[in-house]
């Protein structure tokens, strides 16, 4: 072997751009592929890196006859694989079955080559294996496991991060092929996608600057392609899946829709059936809801010490098309967390230094894995969380990653939990949830299960729950159901949710009902709520309603609330009123508070008020308090101070300011269920 590599130390320049390594299960994609290749222009700094200097990428070796299962390698295949400088593995089950395919693999390697392996998708799941599913594992063992210095496998998984980097053809569509190519040619080349988009271009500079006659042609025609792709393009959607990561509308919305909806994500192009350049969560008004968007590690992009929400992504993609970055902004258009893809199925992940209840995760790398083939080709089939050390990292809820299972059109039929070694793990409850959807593909039960597949009541009482919408989208029923999926009680003593929207999609009332559908009270003296919303969609007032719908006064001693907002939407003002419609002291001893945020909707002032609107001390709180952030948003420092305007210590607990419109409400069955299953819906 010594004396082999130092042979191969002296080789001359490679006589072939690659080896294709394949099962003869999949020799039509190989020779498909082999042909594609070849038609790829090589760009000319590259072209001494083999003998022929050849202009595009058509010397490849493509072994076509036939081999004995168990046979050795013989020379007749070592001799080319020394020979080439890089090894492309057709990934499948065929070829995880196939000898020949991991003795390539092995002996390509212990050339020290490693590096130079490349994969291109046929079939099957990458790293299947390590989730329990080895009938669908598409690498071969040496590229799952370690080697030894003589190229043979050892009995340690590499870490996910140290695997080849996988194309995948997908549906094999002319689009499929091109972005599977882009990433090929740029591992040939050891360049990033960037740099041989960035050669490409020279390239076309250079053949249209011989057309001088067509100048000024072009100056037209640039003018009109401005026109025509700069005017901004907007579709709107129920929801959306990554489809090889670009975002899909799922349920399209016609614009007189969504003004009845209370939210929609708005698709925003350049022209129609381009990919967006921007997606926005909108109300009917155009505002951003208040719930705003999730994060893509799960869970909810939201704090207690600033308004801050998840409101718009921006794209940005290479030029073959494929999705190079992803930014959440919040309402403000300042980032809060974003992704950047370095390979075609991991990227890095930054969240943005969040001022209190939302610190960061710790994680750095997000992997996802991708359906291959079929009508779910691109979605993802799995993402996973690792930190700054490529180890496992777990989200805000306690998640490791998730597996998901989707329809044709992407929309969701189950999301698993997933642990740190990629097992089923419990979260938020429950290991697993699974939807049924109606024609409209809108969820009408979802049902929560354990690591053993089994339904279980969770620690609200319910072990699942049940939809009605009404023509607009908007869900006018939410019902918990129990293990037998009939309707059930949560604990606090509630069946299910009926409400009802204006024309505008706004929530403007709710009655919450029992097993037997009539309306009942909760635990803390509640039947229902009535809501009033400004020309923007922010609550301005909310009234607890009883059990024959008129108003009522809850257990923390008040009706209802009313708000004031500034221009930015945050809560300026907040008021308690009794039954008179007149400021009232709660239980807690205040009629409501007093607000004041910056810019970045970082809370800066905190009063609690009297009937009169004057500073006063409350049960659980001080006069006012005062909040300083750094320049990176961070809240540093929290200061409370007396009626006499003097520090006190005497604070025992404080008003945020932005916590939920009622507290009673919060605490309520709707308040706590219904925001879980809006996020998992």
Same mark, same amino acid.
């Given at each position: 072997?010594?004396?082999?590599?130092?042979?191969?130390?002296?080789?001359?320049?490679?006589?072939?751009?690659?080896?294709?390594?394949?099962?003869?299960?999949?020799?039509?994609?190989?020779?498909?592929?082999?042909?594609?290749?070849?038609?790829?222009?090589?760009?000319?700094?590259?072209?001494?890196?083999?003998?022929?200097?050849?202009?595009?990428?058509?010397?490849?070796?493509?072994?076509?006859?036939?081999?004995?299962?168990? *046979?050795?390698?013989?020379?007749?295949?070592?001799?080319?694989?020394? =020979?080439?400088?890089?090894?492309?593995?057709? $990934?499948?089950?065929?070829?995880?079955?196939?000898?020949?395919?991991?003795?390539?693999?092995?002996?390509?390697? %212990?050339?020290?080559?490693?590096?130079?392996?490349?994969?291109?998708?046929?079939?099957?799941?990458?790293?299947?294996?390590?989730?329990?599913?080895?009938?669908?594992?598409?690498?071969?063992?040496?590229?799952?496991?370690?080697?030894?210095?003589?190229?043979?496998?050892?009995?340690?998984?590499?870490?996910?991060?140290?695997?080849?980097?996988?194309?995948?053809?997908?549906?094999?569509?002319?689009?499929?092929?091109?972005?599977?190519?882009?990433?090929?040619?740029?591992?040939?080349?050891?360049?990033?996608?960037?740099?041989?988009? =960035?050669?490409?271009?020279?390239?076309?500079?250079?053949?249209?600057?011989?057309?001088?006659?067509?100048?000024?042609?072009?100056?037209?025609?640039?003018?009109?392609?401005?026109?025509?792709?700069?005017?901004?393009?907007?579709?709107?959607?129920?929801?959306?899946?990554?489809?090889?990561?670009?975002?899909?509308?799922?349920?399209?919305?016609?614009?007189?829709?969504?003004?009845?909806?209370?939210?929609?994500?708005?698709?925003?192009?350049?022209?129609?059936?381009?990919?967006?350049?921007?997606?926005?969560?909108?109300?009917?008004?155009?505002?951003?809801?208040?719930?705003?968007?999730?994060?893509?590690?799960?869970?909810?992009?939201?704090?207690? $010490?600033?308004?801050?929400?998840? $409101?718009?992504?921006?794209?940005?993609?290479?030029?073959?098309?494929?999705?190079?970055?992803?930014?959440?902004?919040?309402?403000?258009?300042?980032?809060?967390?974003?992704?950047?893809?370095?390979?075609? %199925?991991?990227?890095?992940?930054?969240? *943005?230094?969040?001022?209190?209840?939302?610190?960061?995760?710790?994680?750095?790398?997000?992997?996802?894995?991708?359906?291959?083939?079929?009508?779910?080709?691109?979605?993802?089939?799995?993402?996973?969380?690792?930190?700054?050390?490529?180890?496992?990292?777990?989200?805000?809820?306690?998640?490791?990653?998730?597996?998901?299972?989707?329809?044709?059109?992407?929309?969701?039929?189950?999301?698993?939990?997933?642990?740190?070694?990629?097992?089923?793990?419990?979260?938020?409850?429950?290991?697993?949830?699974?939807?049924?959807?109606?024609?409209?593909?809108?969820?009408?039960?979802?049902?929560?299960?354990?690591?053993?597949?089994?339904?279980?009541?969770?620690?609200?009482?319910?072990?699942?729950?049940?939809?009605?919408?009404?023509?607009?989208?908007?869900?006018?029923?939410?019902?918990?159901?129990?293990?037998?999926?009939?309707?059930?009680?949560?604990?606090?003593?509630?069946?299910?949710?009926?409400?009802?929207?204006?024309?505008?999609?706004?929530?403007?009332?709710?009655?919450?009902?029992?097993?037997?559908?009539?309306?009942?009270?909760?635990?803390?003296?509640?039947?229902?709520?009535?809501?009033?919303?400004?020309?923007?969609?922010?609550?301005?007032?909310?009234?607890?309603?009883?059990?024959?719908?008129?108003?009522?006064?809850?257990?923390?001693?008040?009706?209802? =609330?009313?708000?004031?907002?500034?221009?930015?939407?945050?809560?300026?003002?907040?008021?308690?009123?009794?039954?008179?419609?007149?400021?009232?002291?709660?239980?807690?001893?205040?009629?409501?508070?007093?607000?004041?945020?910056?810019?970045?909707?970082?809370?800066?002032? %905190?009063?609690?008020?009297?009937?009169?609107?004057?500073?006063?001390?409350?049960?659980?709180?001080?006069? =006012?308090?005062?909040?300083?952030?750094?320049?990176?948003?961070?809240?540093?420092?929290?200061?409370?101070?007396?009626?006499?305007?003097?520090?006190?210590?005497?604070?025992?607990?404080?008003?945020?300011?932005?916590?939920?419109?009622?507290?009673?409400?919060?605490?309520?069955?709707?308040?706590?269920?219904?925001?879980?299953?809006?996020?998992?819906?």
């Amino acid at each position: 072997m010594e004396e082999e590599l130092q042979g191969i130390q002296q080789e001359e320049t490679p006589e072939y751009w690659a080896f294709i390594s394949y099962s003869h299960h999949d020799k039509r994609l190989a020779r498909k592929f082999v042909q594609e290749l070849s038609k790829q222009v090589v760009p000319p700094p590259f072209r001494r890196q083999i003998k022929r200097q050849s202009k595009r990428f058509d010397s490849v070796f493509l072994d076509e006859h036939e081999v004995a299962a168990g *046979a050795e390698l013989d020379e007749k295949l070592k001799t080319p694989l020394r =020979r080439s400088l890089t090894l492309i593995v057709i $990934c499948s089950p065929f070829a995880v079955g196939s000898p020949y395919v991991s003795a390539e693999i092995s002996y390509f390697a %212990s050339l020290g080559k490693a590096k130079r392996i490349l994969c291109l998708i046929a079939s099957g799941v990458p790293n299947a294996s390590d989730d329990g599913r080895p009938e669908l594992e598409c690498f071969p063992l040496p590229l799952r496991m370690r080697l030894d210095a003589n190229g043979t496998s050892t009995t340690t998984p590499r870490p996910l991060l140290e695997r080849p980097l996988a194309a995948a053809v997908g549906q094999e569509s002319a689009t499929d092929w091109q972005r599977a190519l882009a990433q090929i040619v740029s591992g040939i080349l050891e360049i990033s996608q960037g740099e041989l988009r =960035r050669h490409r271009r020279r390239r076309i500079i250079r053949a249209t600057s011989l057309i001088v006659g067509m100048l000024a042609v072009l100056s037209a025609a640039v003018t009109s392609y401005e026109y025509f792709f700069n005017t901004e393009q907007i579709t709107f959607y129920e929801d959306y899946a990554r489809r090889w990561g670009e975002w899909q509308g799922i349920n399209p919305i016609s614009a007189d829709g969504m003004r009845g909806r209370g939210s929609t994500l708005a698709f925003v192009s350049s022209s129609r059936g381009r990919r967006p350049a921007e997606i926005r969560l909108v109300n009917s008004a155009g505002q951003c809801p208040v719930d705003g968007l999730s994060s893509v590690l799960g869970s909810e992009i939201t704090q207690q $010490c600033s308004s801050r929400r998840g $409101c718009s992504v921006k794209f940005k993609y290479q030029t073959d098309g494929s999705i190079e970055k992803e930014e959440v902004l919040d309402q403000f258009g300042k980032p809060i967390e974003g992704f950047t893809y370095t390979g075609p %199925s991991v990227a890095t992940f930054v969240e *943005a230094q969040f001022p209190c209840s939302r610190g960061a995760s710790g994680i750095s790398y997000v992997v996802f894995e991708r359906v291959n083939q079929g009508e779910q080709a691109g979605f993802d089939q799995t993402v996973r969380f690792l930190g700054n050390d490529k180890s496992p990292r777990p989200n805000s809820l306690g998640a490791y990653g998730y597996r998901f299972d989707r329809d044709s059109k992407g929309r969701l039929l189950s999301r698993t939990n997933l642990g740190p070694t990629g097992e089923i793990w419990w979260s938020e409850g429950f290991a697993r949830i699974e939807y049924e959807r109606d024609n409209n593909g809108r969820v009408t039960r979802a049902q929560m299960k354990g690591a053993d597949g089994k339904p279980f009541l969770n620690k609200e009482g319910y072990s699942g729950w049940r939809n009605k919408y009404d023509e607009r989208g908007n869900r006018v029923e939410f019902a918990v159901i129990g293990l037998d999926t009939k309707p059930i009680l949560d604990k606090n003593g509630v069946a299910g949710v009926r409400s009802k929207f204006d024309e505008r999609g706004n929530e403007i009332g709710t009655v919450l009902f029992g097993i037997n559908g009539n309306p009942t009270w909760n635990k803390y003296g509640v039947a229902g709520w009535h809501s009033k919303y400004d020309e923007r969609g922010n609550k301005i007032e909310d009234a607890y309603g009883g059990i024959d719908g008129q108003s009522v006064s809850g257990k923390d001693g008040y009706l209802g =609330r009313r708000n004031k907002y500034d221009e930015r939407g945050n809560v300026v003002e907040a008021t308690y009123i009794g039954p008179d419609g007149k400021p009232i002291l709660s239980k807690d001893g205040s009629a409501g508070w007093r607000s004041k945020y910056d810019e970045r909707g970082n809370l800066l002032e %905190s009063t609690t008020v009297g009937v009169n609107g004057e500073p006063i001390f409350s049960k659980d709180s001080s006069p =006012r308090a005062v909040f300083t952030f750094n320049e990176a948003g961070r809240r540093i420092q929290v200061e409370f101070f007396g009626l006499d305007g003097k520090l006190t210590l005497n604070m025992m607990a404080m008003r945020d300011g932005v916590q939920n419109m009622m507290t009673v409400a919060t605490k309520s069955k709707r308040r706590i269920s219904v925001s879980m299953a809006k996020r998992l819906s």
